[in-house]
């Protein structure tokens, strides 16, 4: 294989590809969850094989310190070595989602950083995106860097940046469904449109939907079921890890045209090396 091609010399820019969320610079664009897993061995397995830095905890539903008869979290994910990216998780209305941000702050000495999620029903999860506009500038104000999960509505998202939030998340299918992503067109919009990071939550099935919320420009992936709820949640975790820097690679070197006819791939004329 001939090397004299400019490219083959170039370094990988992945190495310097870092991004950053409010006022906090990252590596990792895989961000996991830490619910359904069989227990805090598992966990920690898993999230360890994930190479994510970022870990949501849902502190409505997980023992970070509230409880103190409970396993707590905290023992098998450091906060020392992760980011903990605390949740609203089983909120439906703004007001439930603000305490619960504010408990979290609490509970983790201060700590400003929060994924906001206030939803619309128990049976789909999907956003309440008046709650969640409500919330999310009420928590602003208080000095919280919101990241936030949303629909896939373009204009909603925008009016979210607006606001101040410092990550956009629209869903690409249902909390826990596996679907993938339903919706790539207005992904695709959201992203185009927004200047702070904006990553795909809830829906990932398998590891070729992180490829593809990557490939479309999204800056990292936030995934929970398609780990947990995986055979071998420890083996996911890792093709979740490839799959997002595949897609990433994939979008930093710029995807060939589609073309309707075909193109062959050896020459018209001659032959090779002559
Ligand atoms: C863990 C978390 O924050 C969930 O609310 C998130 O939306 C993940 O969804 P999946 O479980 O579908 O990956």
Redesign the pocket.
Known sequence: MSENTSTATQPTPLLQDTFTVGSRTFSSRLL?????YKDMTETGAAIGASAAEIV?V?IRRTNIGQNSNEPNLLDVISPDKYTILP?T?GCFDAETAIRTCKLARELLGGHNLV?L?VLGDEKT?YPNVMETLKAAKVLIDDGFEVMV?TSDDPIVAQELESMGCVAIMP????????LGLINRHTLSLIIENTKVPVLV????GTASDAAIAMELGCDGV?????I?NAKNPVMMAQAMKHAVWAGRQAFLAGRMPMRKMATASSPQTGYFFQ
């Open positions: 996991v969850g830490t619910g359904k949501t849902a949740n998780a994924k999620e999860l999960y869903l690409g299918s249902l909390i826990g469904s596996g939550d809830a829906g990932v936030l995934m929970n079921s398609a947990a």
